[in-house]
Structure formats: structure tokens, C-alpha cells
């Protein structure tokens, strides 16, 4: 039975070093925050990391680290949604990657910022016993439908809700042609932009996913998994809203009762300047 770690992270795509954070001493360059991510990981060890927001310069500095300290991970490249998975567990059997389209049909504006919104699909085999999976990292339209709960005025805009819906579904569609080929299980792990209640959730709970979160049977995390750390700076605490206000998800097609152990985050102090959002995982078994 094949036991595996799997972790969504958002590592935050800032500017390099903004000088803002220069002038407080602090550092947010990518080859600086690199290091921190790879702390993360040789402390939880996950099988396979699901990313957003990730840049060309932060990546070759986390496979590079790697590389150096002699980690069996490798990347499957997906622009802002790379996949980082361990060699010596698991091989890939299929690849695939989308950058979500600019419009959604049936609503006015466009919906993917500088094409960062996108998903990358791995189909993974493990080692130990032969097993399929698949694993989805994605990351959904950023804006809100809601002027009440919008920092700037500028995070408004119409029908950003029908968008996610739209994405999320985009992506669903070509996970379940991967079911029906491989007849296995399906995670999809990201920052949706979208909380628990939202259409987007709620649409994949429609088509029969499930949340990590729900099905755990050993621990569950109910934090909203998201703090404070911007341009303008971070702040040493942790977001106190529930689990409900999360924006990042971790849904699930297929699996037996059972499958998920343990649905967690990561909180260490250290973490705080790293990015806005914490990693999330779940153990698991095949």
C-alpha cells in the first residue's frame, strides 16, 4: 500500500527584493525565499508539490538547491502551476498543461492576468506497487465579485465568480478524460481564489469531488491557511478565519474511504515572510 505526501503551496510571485522590504532589511528576492521553500519541504517531505505563482527564477533556484543538497525531485513545467514530484517514489506517465483562456464565454471582461492562470496535470505511477494517480496543480482568476470584500478597488470586477466556475471546470473536464483512461483516482490541489461555498467548490462537489479536509480521518487543520505578505511587507501572525474562508482547496475524485489521513498546514514562524499563503497537505494511501 503506497503511502504519499501530497502538498499544495503558493509561493508568492513578488517583485524582486521590492524596496520596500529592502528599506525594512528584509529580503524577498526569489534566490532568499528559495532557500526558505526547501527548508519547508526537507521538514514535511512531501511526494509531490503542487505550485502557484511560480516563477522561472524561483524554480531554477528550488531545483538547483536540490540538486545541490542531493533531493530526488524533479519539475514538471508548468508556468505559474509547476509540478515538483521525488523521483526515487514515483515516475510520470502523462503530462499536461493549459493556460486558462483570457475570456469567459457569456461574460464581459477578460479573465487571466499576464496568462498566469493556468493548470499542470501529472499522471504518476509510485514504485512501490505499480499505482496510478493524478495530480492537478492549479490556479484560478484572482479578482473578486464582491465590492465589500475587495482591499483596493481595483480587485472588483464582474462575473470574477462565473470565471472560476468556468476554469475549475475546464480543468475537471480533462482530469476525468484522465480517469476514464487510467481508471484512477484524481487530486486537485491549487489556489482557487474561491472559498468553500464558492462556485467553484461547489461545482466540483457536483461532479462528485470531495474536499482533503472532509474525509481526513486522523487530523484535519481548520485555519483559513492565509497571512499577510505583500509588497508592502508581512506580518508575523497567522489569518484567524476558519477553515471555510480558505482560498486555496484540495479536492479529490475516486478514492476509497479511507484515502486521506491527514489534512494539514504548515505554520512555523520562519514561514511567515515566505508568502501569503501556507503550504497545505495531505497524507494519503493508495
Not at 196 to 218: C, E, M, N, P, W
Not at 250 to 268: A, C, L, N, Q, S
Not at 270 to 278: A, P
Request: some cysteine.
Amino acid at each position: 500500500m503506497a503511502k504519499l505526501r501530497l502538498m499544495s503551496n503558493n509561493i508568492w510571485c513578488c517583485g524582486d527584493n521590492d524596496k520596500r522590504w529592502a528599506e525594512k532589511g528584509e529580503d524577498c528576492s526569489a534566490e532568499h525565499r528559495a532557500k526558505g521553500f526547501v527548508k519547508v519541504y526537507a521538514q514535511t517531505l512531501p511526494d509531490v508539490i503542487g505550485l502557484q505563482e511560480c516563477t522561472w527564477r524561483l524554480a531554477d533556484n528550488l531545483m538547483q538547491l536540490f540538486k545541490d543538497g542531493k533531493e530526488p525531485y524533479a519539475l514538471l513545467w508548468g508556468r505559474d502551476t509547476p509540478i515538483i514530484y521525488r523521483t526515487d517514489k514515483l515516475e510520470i506517465v502523462e503530462g499536461d498543461y493549459l493556460i486558462y483562456p483570457l475570456e469567459v464565454p457569456g461574460f464581459e471582461g477578460e479573465f487571466n492576468n499576464a496568462k498566469t492562470k493556468s493548470y499542470c496535470i501529472g499522471v504518476f505511477r509510485t514504485k512501490e506497487d505499480g499505482k496510478l494517480f493524478i495530480f492537478a496543480s492549479t490556479h484560478l482568476w484572482w479578482k473578486s465579485s464582491n465590492k465589500d470584500e475587495v482591499r483596493h478597488p481595483e480587485d472588483y470586477q464582474p462575473y470574477s465568480d462565473e470565471a472560476r466556475e468556468y476554469q475549475i471546470n475546464m480543468l475537471m473536464d480533462r482530469v476525468e478524460e484522465l480517469i476514464e483512461k487510467y481508471n484512477c483516482p484524481a487530486i486537485i490541489v491549487g489556489d482557487f481564489n474561491a472559498k468553500y461555498d464558492s462556485l467553484a467548490v461547489q461545482s466540483a462537489f457536483k461532479r462528485g469531488y470531495v474536499h482533503a479536509h472532509d474525509i481526513a480521518t486522523d487530523y484535519r487543520d481548520e485555519k483559513n491557511g492565509h497571512h499577510f505578505c505583500y509588497n508592502e511587507g508581512y506580518d508575523h501572525y497567522e489569518n484567524p478565519k476558519p477553515f471555510k474562508e480558505s482560498i486555496d482547496q484540495f479536492i479529490i475524485k475516486g478514492v476509497k474511504d479511507g484515502f486521506v489521513k491527514r489534512f494539514d498546514r504548515f505554520y512555523e514562524d520562519y514561514y511567515m515572510s515566505l508568502s501569503d499563503h501556507f503550504p497545505m497537505w495531505s497524507d494519503v494511501e493508495l
